[in-house]
């Protein structure tokens, strides 16, 4: 499929689904950039901490197009991060992050800015939030937020390194609240998500090995064999899911990979399952965890095996808070109305690094509608994937009024102190 034709660095084109009173926060100049960023971050997509060049055209970005002074934009690695200074020196700040990566596909869209870098695409839209945080700043530049914000350009989401990283430097230090968002083209272009509670899944992964002793497979009395075991838990594991958690909590519990043996007539010493599980509470995550490493031990008893097994604790569930989404919902309402506000619906089962940050402040994160009129609710990670140009000034205005009526919001209760 194709984004609808528009010329290049040129205004949004008329007809689209962006309403007036969005279009008219944007410059022709400031549209024309944004869209040319976007553009040249989508022909240039580079893979998790490889955001180099990404990383260059940003900066160089928050200060050509967004107009923010050069000594407040800055390298951390391959993140950028800028600051927008705020109405009043000593009032909260707040941050706005935006994802820079891509991912190992080789793009399908057809796209006349398709990339240029063979396997590599930006197949999951964050070539648009990174324009985003972009189009947020340049807005919060001519309208100040009270307080500073803070413009946190963060590579390596896809693999879940990026906002840890951003963290560890001391980034966000002193910031009282952060937001984002991700594209989605389930909903239209103008359709926005604040929704509280989950929004994205834990997504934990483990390894389970099963250690027996092998034999010739004519003599199986003589071995421990750890693929009968192997077949026995992956059926038994399928009871945690459907028998311990509740039935009205999304879980996961995925083996995806199975490994034994050499050769038909072998039994191997060990098999080793790995798999996934995601969950949108602690509770459950807990529980999924524990249940299966219980399962293993036991079934690997019954099998006369061992059973070693590792769970790498991946991104937490993603899950807004109420006041942080309540004041992304007023923005949303300003920005483009009351009827813009849709629910989620049935709730992903992806992950977002977004929630490491969210263990550690308050704060948001949105859907923004990418689906241009009458375009397909093509899925992320998909080849074909692309996020309507349009929902560019939509993420950005809607980003930089949930900055200001947060910051606001701190600065009253600083002064109810
Ligand atoms: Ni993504």
Same mark, same amino acid.
């Given at each position: 499929?194709?984004?609808?034709?528009?010329?290049?660095?040129?205004?949004?084109?008329?007809?689209?689904?962006?309403?007036?009173?969005?279009?008219?926060?944007?410059?022709?100049?400031?549209?024309?950039?944004?869209?040319?960023?976007?553009?040249?971050?989508?022909?240039?997509?580079?893979?998790?901490?490889? *955001?180099?060049?990404?990383?260059?055209?940003?900066?160089?970005?928050?200060?050509?197009?967004?107009?923010?002074?050069?000594?407040?934009?800055?390298?951390?690695?391959?993140?950028?991060?800028?600051?927008?200074?705020?109405?009043?020196?000593?009032?909260?700040?707040?941050?706005?992050?935006?994802?820079?990566?891509?991912?190992?596909?080789?793009?399908?869209?057809?796209?006349?800015?398709?990339?240029?870098?063979?396997?590599?695409?930006?197949?999951?839209?964050?070539?648009?939030?990174?324009?985003?945080?972009?189009?947020?700043?340049?807005?919060?530049?001519?309208?100040?937020?009270?307080?500073?914000?803070?413009?946190?350009?963060?590579?390596?989401? *896809?693999?879940?390194?990026?906002?840890?990283?951003?963290?560890?430097?001391?980034?966000?230090?002193?910031?009282?609240?952060?937001?984002?968002?991700?594209?989605?083209?389930?909903?239209?272009?103008?359709?926005?998500?604040?929704?509280?509670?989950?929004?994205?899944?834990?997504?934990?992964?483990?390894?389970?090995?099963?250690?027996?002793?092998?034999?010739?497979?004519?003599?199986?009395?003589?071995?421990?064999?750890?693929?009968?075991?192997?077949?026995?838990?992956?059926?038994?594991?399928?009871?945690?899911?459907?028998?311990?958690?509740?039935?009205?909590?999304?879980?996961?519990?995925?083996?995806?990979?199975?490994?034994?043996?050499?050769? !038909? !007539?072998?039994?191997?010493?060990?098999?080793?399952?790995?798999?996934?599980?995601?969950?949108?509470?602690?509770?459950?995550?807990?529980?999924?965890?524990?249940?299966?490493?219980?399962?293993?031990?036991?079934?690997?008893?019954?099998?006369?095996?061992?059973?070693?097994?590792?769970?790498?604790?991946?991104?937490?569930?993603?899950? !807004?808070?109420?006041?942080?989404?309540?004041?992304?919902?007023?923005?949303?309402?300003?920005?483009?109305?009351?009827?813009?506000?849709?629910?989620?619906?049935?709730? !992903?089962?992806?992950? *977002?690094?977004?929630?490491?940050?969210?263990?550690?402040?308050?704060?948001?994160?949105?859907?923004?509608?990418?689906?241009?009129?009458?375009?397909?609710?093509?899925?992320?990670?998909?080849?074909?994937?692309?996020?309507?140009?349009?929902?560019?000034?939509?993420?950005?205005?809607?980003?930089? *009024?949930?900055?200001?009526?947060?910051?606001?919001?701190?600065?009253?209760?600083?002064?109810?102190?």
């Amino acid at each position: 499929m194709t984004a609808p034709a528009q010329a290049q660095g040129g205004a949004p084109s008329a007809g689209t689904s962006v309403p007036a009173a969005i279009r008219s926060l944007f410059s022709g100049s400031l549209a024309g950039g944004l869209v040319q960023l976007r553009r040249a971050l989508h022909q240039h997509p580079e893979l998790s901490l490889a *955001e180099t060049e990404t990383a260059r055209r940003l900066a160089t970005a928050l200060t050509d197009v967004a107009g923010l002074p050069r000594a407040d934009v800055r390298l951390v690695g391959t993140a950028v991060i800028g600051r927008v200074r705020g109405r009043q020196p000593g009032a909260p700040v707040v941050a706005l992050r935006g994802d820079i990566d891509a991912l190992p596909i080789q793009e399908a869209t057809g796209l006349p800015f398709a990339s240029q870098v063979p396997g590599v695409m930006h197949a999951c839209g964050h070539d648009v939030h990174a324009t985003w945080a972009v189009g947020a700043a340049a807005l919060l530049a001519a309208a100040p937020a009270p307080g500073d914000v803070v413009i946190v350009l963060q590579p390596a989401e *896809e693999i879940d390194r990026g906002a840890a990283a951003v963290l560890d430097a001391g980034v966000l230090d002193g910031v009282a609240a952060i937001f984002g968002g991700h594209v989605d083209r389930r909903f239209a272009v103008g359709q926005v998500v604040a929704d509280d509670g989950p929004l994205a899944a834990s997504a934990d992964t483990f390894t389970i090995e099963l250690v027996g002793h092998g034999a010739h497979a004519a003599r199986p009395q003589e071995s421990a064999d750890p693929v009968v075991g192997a077949g026995a838990l992956i059926v038994a594991a399928q009871a945690i899911v459907a028998r311990r958690v509740h039935p009205a909590t999304p879980a996961v519990l995925t083996i995806a990979t199975l490994h034994a043996g050499t050769a !038909n !007539n072998i039994i191997p010493d060990r098999a080793v399952l790995t798999g996934t599980i995601r969950t949108v509470d602690p509770a459950t995550r807990r529980l999924v965890r524990e249940e299966l490493e219980r399962m293993a031990g036991a079934i690997a008893t019954a099998y006369r095996l061992e059973a070693r097994i590792t769970v790498e604790l991946g991104p937490p569930p993603l899950v !807004n808070p109420h006041q942080p989404a309540e004041w992304a919902r007023q923005a949303v309402r300003t920005v483009l109305g009351d009827r813009a506000l849709a629910p989620l619906g049935i709730v !992903n089962l992806a992950a *977002e690094d977004f929630a490491r940050y969210l263990e550690r402040m308050p704060g948001c994160f949105l859907r923004i509608g990418a689906r241009e009129p009458g375009g397909d609710p093509i899925a992320a990670h998909s080849p074909h994937f692309t996020a309507a140009e349009e929902s560019i000034f939509v993420g950005a205005a809607v980003l930089a *009024e949930t900055a200001r009526v947060s910051s606001q919001a701190y600065l009253a209760a600083q002064a109810a102190k």
